[in-house]
């Protein structure tokens, strides 16, 4: 069953839009993975930028999993910080070397690659044993430099995104996981201070519980994108993360697959992720993230969130109502205690608003659409993917896996993050009009903001600033 899964499902990647506070994700299609992943950290065990990931819708129709992706961006804009990293842009790739042979030893390229890297990797500790082992069945990938390459800039509404990640079949799923594997996510808790609700989400989003893990084999992935060029540096600290597992015992070549791009294990860790993060939680003395059982990967995601800043009982934030003739100058900007938020009129959707600590205004859909305040760890929760919109949907599905209630606004029908073209064009239209965008650069800073907003009183319409579809389609008349 899984392996049917595996085999259809795709890989999506989101990526932060810089200046708009929102994030958006793009879905290359992928061997197995549901949702996207994310950058790494150049050169250190910190995820960096990356695209990261989406999330994956419900394991529904089995063979074409549709994935839940957030409004897309460019992978060049991509700024992200998850246990898996990807190569941050796409640049030209090498030609010439990478000849599309099937027979795996016909590439002369990548057999001299191979012994280039064999020293370097040896230089770095890895045994001559171990390599020749990791490598012994290793060939050049064809059918992964193609996904790298066609990965390009798309766009999703953020309410398929969200109706996606949170969808009832997610939620459904999440609770049978939730409590099937209650003992082991309490004494996640206990040692790590993140609520099993949200590992659990991460879970779910990640790979669908388990469901699509990925079955490329990653040795021969990670260096066929380390051979072909555009990032291979990155590719090779990742190709010598795995030889270290290898060489260390804590699994095996044959056990190590995963997405095409590297993140693999129940919650997509990148390998050099891996080794700054992963924990062995079943006491075995061994770090398998490519077990079936999830204990390892489980207790390693909560690691990184812990490691990361997670602020044992606060919240992530809570959905919020805002009054008539609210400032939506103040939205996605300062941070207050909910108490000074409630004398705005800011009131909790349901429940009630404590003072846990400064939280921010988020509105990801503008004013025609949900409003939450978000502490720290929300922020945190964007450490593992840094996208607002993967943030918000571990958050939701956490609490809706425990048991909480569905949003009580719902997201808007079609909004969507505007592509880089169409943000250029909204400042250039808004400039024309008169309107200080602070430059014409597709980044919507608080310059950008500010302009929307004035362009959005002089026609009469809630000045919330939100660049949406509706708002450029006017500004063309
Ligand atoms: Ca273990």
């Known amino acids: 069953m899984r392996a049917v899964f595996k085999a259809a499902a795709l890989l999506a990647i989101s990526v932060a839009l810089p200046g708009a506070g929102i994030a958006l994700a793009r879905a290359p299609e992928t061997s197995l993975r549901p949702l996207p992943r994310p950058l790494a950290e150049a050169g250190s065990a910190a995820p960096v930028s990356a695209p990261l990931a989406a999330a994956v819708s419900q394991p529904a129709p089995r063979a074409a999993r549709a994935e839940v992706?957030?409004?897309?961006?460019?992978?060049?804009?991509?700024?992200?910080?998850?246990?898996?990293?990807?190569?941050?842009?796409?640049?030209?790739?090498?030609?010439?070397?990478?000849?599309?042979?099937?027979?795996?030893?016909?590439?002369?390229?990548?057999?001299?690659w191979k012994r280039g890297f064999r020293g370097r990797a040896m230089a770095q500790g890895i045994s001559a044993a171990t390599f020749d082992r990791a490598f012994r069945n290793a060939r050049f990938m064809?059918?992964?430099?193609?996904?790298?390459?066609?990965?390009?800039?798309?766009?999703?509404?953020?309410?398929?995104?969200?109706?996606?990640?949170?969808?009832?079949?997610?939620?459904?799923?999440?609770?049978?996981?939730?409590?099937?594997?209650?003992?082991?996510?309490?004494?996640?808790?206990?040692?790590?201070?993140?609520?099993?609700?949200?590992?659990?989400?991460?879970?779910?989003l990640e790979t669908a519980y388990g469901s699509y893990r990925g079955s490329t084999p990653l040795i021969s992935s990670m260096a066929t994108l380390a051979y072909e060029g555009r990032r291979g540096s990155f590719y090779e600290a990742q190709l010598i993360a795995l030889l270290k597992v290898v060489q260390h015992g804590d699994s095996t070549p044959e056990n190590m697959q995963g997405s095409w791009a590297g993140a693999s294990g129940h919650t997509q860790f990148m390998p050099t992720s891996y080794l700054s993060?992963?924990?062995?939680?079943?006491?075995?003395?061994?770090?398998?993230?490519?077990?079936?059982?999830?204990?390892?990967?489980?207790?390693?995601?909560?690691?990184?969130?812990?490691?990361?800043?997670?602020?044992?009982?606060?919240?992530?934030?809570?959905?919020?109502?805002?009054?008539?003739?609210?400032?939506?100058?103040?939205?996605?900007?300062?941070?207050?205690?909910?108490?000074?938020?409630?004398?705005?009129?800011?009131?909790?959707?349901?429940?009630?608003?404590?003072?846990?600590?400064?939280?921010?205004?988020?509105?990801?859909?503008?004013?025609?659409?949900?409003?939450?305040l978000v502490f720290h760890n929300f922020d945190v929760i964007k450490r593992y993917n840094n996208a607002d919109t993967y943030a918000l949907a571990v958050g939701i599905l956490g609490d809706r896996i425990a048991g909480a209630g569905d949003l009580t606004r719902p997201w808007p029908q079609g909004e969507r993050v505007l592509k880089r073209a169409e943000r250029i064009e909204l400042q250039q239209l808004l400039t024309r009009r008169g309107y200080d965008t602070g430059g014409v650069d597709g980044i919507l800073g608080s310059r950008s903001t500010a302009a929307i907003r004035a362009y959005q009183r002089s026609i009469g319409s809630v000045p919330d600033g939100h660049p949406s579809v509706a708002l450029l389609t006017r500004l063309r008349r």
Do not use: C
């Open 142 to 204: 064809p059918e992964v430099i193609e996904k790298d390459r066609n990965q390009s800039e798309f766009t999703k509404s953020i309410k398929d995104y969200m109706d996606g990640a949170v969808s009832d079949t997610r939620v459904r799923n999440g609770r049978r996981e939730y409590g099937r594997q209650s003992t082991l996510l309490s004494r996640i808790e206990r040692s790590y201070g993140v609520p099993g609700r949200y590992i659990a989400a991460i879970w779910g």
């Open 277 to 372: 993060y992963a924990v062995d939680f079943t006491g075995d003395g061994r770090r398998d993230i490519w077990a079936e059982d999830p204990s390892d990967s489980l207790a390693s995601s909560a690691n990184y969130l812990a490691r990361h800043g997670w602020r044992s009982g606060q919240p992530w934030g809570q959905e919020v109502v805002l009054p008539a003739n609210f400032d939506y100058g103040l939205a996605n900007g300062p941070e207050k205690m909910p108490s000074a938020w409630a004398r705005l009129g800011v009131r909790p959707a349901r429940g009630e608003m404590r003072d846990y600590g400064q939280a921010r205004l988020l509105l990801l859909a503008g004013s025609g659409g949900p409003a939450f």
């Open 69 to 112: 992706v957030v409004p897309g961006v460019t992978l060049a804009a991509a700024r992200s910080l998850r246990p898996q990293l990807r190569p941050q842009s796409l640049g030209t790739a090498r030609t010439g070397s990478a000849p599309q042979a099937q027979p795996v030893a016909a590439n002369p390229g990548f057999e001299a």
